[in-house]
């Protein structure tokens, strides 16, 4: 039996019949608040000196090793939040518990990719010397941005039922070029190391 894919976002009961939806233009606040986000990580890239290194972790060859797999881990929790988000919406048969898997593995996708992004911000900033970097740099401000919205809308009372599995398919499939563009390619070219 599919879950309730309201019980993710809202402790609230549904509206009685009869009762006003929403207007749009509630849904403008998260629109403004990811482009705002967007462009801040954005400008502060732009304008900030790179440092050329904001970490570096024991047992790693390099800070480009250790971006990639820490990347790598926000991509595998954000695949187990997709396949999760398939089974709360039942389009998959899952357990009760998917929500919680749901809830936990965006979580998790997002604590471990935040070092990530503050190093790329701080020790890299946002470069534009070849495509793969200008697409990574701007695919990067903007994640934050939809990922901004995303927090915010699953707060909102009474979504239109499509708004949040867009939002969150749009904030997995920027997270996913992301990887295609930093990881990936760093393992393509320098090999799986540590």
Same mark, same amino acid.
């Not at 009760?96 to 900033?125: D, E, K, N, Q, T």
């Given at each position: 039996m599919?879950?309730?894919?309201?019980?993710?976002?809202?402790? %609230?009961?549904?509206?009685?019949p009869?009762?006003?939806?929403?207007?749009?233009?509630r849904?403008?606040?998260?629109?403004?608040?990811?482009?705002? &986000?967007?462009v801040? #990580?954005?400008?502060y890239?732009k304008?900030?000196? $790179?440092?050329? *290194?904001? %970490?570096?972790?024991?047992g790693?060859? =390099? *800070?480009?090793? &250790?971006? =990639?797999?820490?990347?790598?881990?926000?991509?595998? +929790?954000?695949?187990?939040?997709?396949?999760?988000?398939?089974?709360?919406?039942?389009?998959?048969?899952? $357990?009760?518990? =998917? $929500?919680?898997?749901?809830r936990?593995?965006g979580?998790?996708?997002?604590?471990?990719?935040?070092p990530?992004?503050?190093?790329?911000?701080y020790?890299?900033?946002?470069?534009?010397y070849?495509?793969?970097?200008?697409?990574? =740099?701007?695919l990067?401000c903007? %994640? +934050?941005?939809?990922?901004s919205?995303?927090m915010? #809308?699953?707060r909102?009372?009474r979504?239109?039922?499509w708004?949040? $599995?867009?939002?969150?398919?749009?904030? +997995?499939t920027?997270?996913? #070029?992301?990887?295609l563009?930093?990881?990936?390619? %760093?393992?393509? *070219?320098?090999?799986?190391?540590t």
């Amino acid at each position: 039996m599919p879950v309730d894919p309201n019980a993710l976002t809202q402790d %609230f009961p549904s509206p009685e019949p009869g009762h006003r939806r929403p207007h749009p233009a509630r849904y403008l606040v998260p629109a403004v608040v990811a482009a705002a &986000v967007a462009v801040a #990580l954005g400008v502060y890239g732009k304008v900030h000196d $790179p440092a050329g *290194t904001a %970490f570096n972790l024991a047992g790693f060859s =390099s *800070t480009g090793a &250790v971006k =990639s797999w820490l990347a790598t881990t926000a991509f595998v +929790f954000a695949l187990v939040q997709l396949v999760s988000a398939f089974m709360v919406y039942g389009k998959l048969p899952g $357990p009760l518990w =998917s $929500p919680a898997l749901h809830r936990w593995s965006g979580r998790a996708a997002f604590l471990v990719a935040v070092p990530v992004a503050v190093h790329c911000l701080y020790a890299l900033g946002y470069q534009t010397y070849e495509p793969r970097v200008v697409w990574h =740099s701007v695919l990067g401000c903007f %994640f +934050f941005g939809a990922f901004s919205a995303k927090m915010l #809308l699953l707060r909102s009372q009474r979504l239109p039922g499509w708004l949040l $599995p867009l939002v969150g398919g749009l904030v +997995f499939t920027v997270l996913t #070029l992301i990887w295609l563009t930093s990881a990936l390619w %760093f393992f393509r *070219t320098f090999g799986v190391t540590t």
